[in-house]
């Protein structure tokens, strides 16, 4: 235990902690902290670190402690081994039992019990962390946790200390204040203003408690706004549903947006991909010059019947021309069938072509020797050409293939991966 200081209040009128006398020390509260209990709260006030559940109206356990007319309130004030510098012995204590009472005392007038008989309403306090006001600082906690349950009350109930320090009265007493101090007067309040809890130890004087009263309804005003503030807060947060519906439809169409660029982004292979495709089979589909002709003609009927008067006046032609005949009757039956075509009729018009036309025997059987080599083709003359030329001919062909395969070659290959 700290030894006592000179002084609790300075000659500035500042107490230790820099508070002046008629303020409290910072609260934060955290409403909803439990998740298995039907209210819930955890408060911190200076050094005071408090947890707070709530349970019921459910039914009353043993039957024989049920009322008839109205709800049974059951307030249980349990101080942590470790909330104190000493270690504090588990399990209640007097002092435990005490505020337990006086505390289930101060909500029962604002607590509606009797909407709910044969039940039980359990308000369950755990000191976390003590620094003095813990039983103050419970009562603000635990009505803010029945409020967070859904337990209808008339009001809620704030709750402070004044004390004497010093030979002064001060708010809400913290550790050294509380131990070293004259006085130390709890009280709670409802919001009327009625008095639930009122304790005193030490010695006061009339004046001093009502100057003390003073103080604490200054407090517990204080403190109404900070619990209203936290509950206003969870329960009467605005539902903004028309603004949530089109960030909704925004997220969508995000979410559809992402979805949809991968493939956006894969798009252009794919394209790509697409255009070889075609293209390949374009090539493989590709006609011949004649089914090109072909399907202009089909495509253009104008020039499709240019095209086939073209013809009929060949035909004409090739039926009324004399050389034609001529050289049709000249030609053997293999060569007039080879000579079917148009285009092979329009080569054969003039006896030149005819006889460029006709076949290696005939053309050996007609034509002498020389005449007969002058009218092979490039081909027979590399068929006739000696084995020197044609061998010849094999090395320039087969020369570039051979350095191609020239081993030196793959040697250097290996020296380059070395
Ligand atoms: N205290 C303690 N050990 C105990 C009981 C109390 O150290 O067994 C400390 C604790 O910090 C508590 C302070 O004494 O807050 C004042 O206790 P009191 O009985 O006056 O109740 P409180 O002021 O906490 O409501």
């Known amino acids: 235990m700290s030894d006592k200081p000179n002084k609790l209040i300075t000659d500035d009128g500042l107490r230790l902690d820099g508070r002046r006398a008629d303020e409290i020390r910072p609260m934060k509260i955290e409403i909803g902290v439990l998740s298995r209990a039907d209210g819930s709260c955890y408060l911190e006030w200076g050094r005071n670190k408090i947890l707070v559940g709530v349970f019921g109206p459910r039914e009353a356990h043993p039957r024989r402690l049920q009322r008839a007319d109205a709800a049974v309130i059951r ?9 104190v510098e000493d270690r504090a012995r588990p399990g ?18 604002v607590i509606m019990a009797e909407l709910y008989p044969k039940t039980a309403i359990d308000i369950f306090v755990e000191i976390l962390q003590a620094d003095a006001g813990t039983r103050t600082a419970a009562i603000n906690a635990s009505s803010i946790a029945l409020a967070d349950a859904g337990i209808p009350m008339k ?7 004044f004390g004497k320090v010093d030979g002064q009265i001060v708010l809400d007493l913290n550790k050294e204040e509380d131990n070293y101090g004259e006085a130390d007067f709890p009280v709670a309040l409802t919001q009327d203003g009625e008095i639930t809890l009122l304790q005193m130890d030490g010695h006061l004087t009339p004046e001093e408690i009502k100057k003390g009263f003073e103080l604490v309804k200054k407090g517990c005003k204080e403190i109404l706004e900070i619990q209203q503030t936290v ?6 947060t605005p539902v903004e549903e028309p603004e949530a519906e089109p960030e909704a439809k925004t997220v969508d169409t995000e979410s559809e947006a992402a979805e949809t660029e991968p493939s956006l982004e894969y798009a252009p292979e794919a394209a790509a991909v697409e255009e070889t495709i075609e293209e390949a089979e374009e090539l493989e589909e590709e006609p011949s010059e004649e089914t090109t002709k072909a399907g202009a003609v089909t495509e253009t009927v104008p020039e499709a019947e240019e095209l086939e008067e073209i013809v009929k006046e060949a035909e004409v032609e090739v039926v009324d021309g004399e050389a034609i005949e001529e050289a049709i009757e000249a030609e053997s039956e293999e060569e007039a069938i080879e000579a079917e075509t148009e285009e092979e009729a329009i080569e054969a018009e003039t006896e030149e072509e005819a006889i460029e036309a006709e076949t290696e025997e005939e053309a050996e059987e007609a034509e002498t020797e020389e005449e007969a080599e002058e009218a092979e083709t490039e081909e027979e003359a590399i068929e006739a050409e000696t084995e020197e030329e044609a061998i010849e001919a094999e090395d320039e062909s087969k020369g570039p293939w051979k350095v191609v395969k020239d081993p030196s070659e793959s040697g250097s290959r290996g020296e380059n991966d070395e």
């Not at 307030?75 to 909330?83: D, G, H, I, P, Q």
């Open 155 to 161: 009001g809620l109930v704030t709750s402070c200390a």
């Open 75 to 83: 307030y249980r004030y349990n101080m942590a081994s470790f909330s």
């Open 92 to 109: 209640p204590s007097r002092r435990s039992i005490e505020i337990s009472k006086v505390s289930r005392e101060a909500f029962e007038p």
């Open 231 to 236: 509950l206003r807060k969870k329960f009467e």
